[in-house]
């Protein structure tokens, strides 16, 4: 069965305006028999965007037409292809209790969910790690090196593995090296190793599924999935569940990479 589980939508601020029905349209055709659109859930409303156009999740105010449109398609695809309707939601270290506020109100409305972490704190401030080299670089500096930015980021993901969120906490975990997309950037190499499969046993004992992201292969500075290759072994070992999420911001973007994730899946048996 071949399932994309990470689909970002029109809906998506600092996306693209591609439709809902492009997406399922592209899965079919390319053989896809389910796909959830997780869009950027609403951030906590006392929560201030630090990225320049604040533009990191959808509105409030577009969340009841975002689940009306997921519906629509649903029903019109239903005898081709599953579509589950999903949020990818922020997991924000001060936010936990807005957060599952968030997710008590809405999670009835989901198939599908995932939690990611974007943002670090450090004291009162947050940076959007992802956001771009000069962001990375300036947390990187507040923290004091590079190896204490990974180490800041793991503990932070581990945080969100381990947390009570409530009964409608997503049970996926989204890209959980995110902290590789601009590892070529800088001329450092961090031994991360020991982190990053510590967050995969965590996962595992706590009965969460990982999101087998192929967005970083796309970015030039990262050249390769979330997690890499070299852990696909250990994933299969220790029985992870796991979804593979193409994190497609537009059609074209649209199970990239698919094939070979499943290579390196088959070849790191």
Known sequence: ?????????????????DVLDAYVEKAIANGFTEISFTEHAPLPPSFVDPTPDQDSGMSF????????????????????????CGLEVDFIEGYEEETTTF?????????????????LQIATDYYCIDFSPEVFEAFAHRVGSIPNAYAHYYRTVKKSITTDLGPFKPKRIGHP?????????????????????DILLAMKQHGLELDLNSAGLQKPQCLEPYPPYAYFSFIQEIELPYVFGSDAHTVKGLHQYYEAIQKGLHYHV
């Open 61 to 84: 105010a577009s969340l009841e037409t975002y689940f009306t449109e997921i519906a629509h398609v649903k029903q019109k695809y239903a005898n081709t292809i599953k579509i589950n």
């Open 177 to 197: 090296t995110l902290i590789h997309k601009f590892q070529h950037a800088h001329p450092y190499h961090v031994d991360d190793e020991a982190m990053v499969k």
């Open 1 to 17: 069965m071949k399932r994309d589980g990470h689909i970002h939508t029109p809906f998506c601020p600092h996306g693209s305006a």
């Open 103 to 119: 997710l008590n109100t809405y999670g009835k409305e989901l198939d599908d969910a995932i939690l990611s972490v974007h943002f």
